[in-house]
């Protein structure tokens, strides 16, 4: 398993995750059942894209906890973020 930055946090549906970013990384938004898949190298499902341009707005579709994770897949190098979350 690489590295990744992790945020978690309580959304309810329709609620928006605002992701900036200073260079290209991987941004994967997922709830608890899949960031656990994730992390343990098993299946998962999420919003996973490169994102290449700020800001990334993704919108929750349904009430939980959800997980923000930012990675390089596995390259060496620092993400400068900042991650907003608007209810």
Avoid: K
Wanted: charged share 25%; with cysteine.
């Amino acid at each position: 398993m690489f590295e990744h930055l992790r945020s978690r946090e309580y959304l309810e549906q329709g609620a928006m995750i605002r992701v900036w970013l200073e260079d290209a990384c991987w941004v994967r938004v997922m709830d608890d059942l899949n960031y656990n898949n994730f992390r343990n190298g098993r299946d998962y499902r999420g919003n996973v894209t490169v994102v290449t341009v700020s800001p990334h707005e993704i919108v929750v579709p349904y009430s939980g906890f959800w997980n923000v994770v930012l990675d390089l897949n596995g390259s060496a190098g620092s993400i400068r973020h900042s991650i907003e979350y608007i209810r």
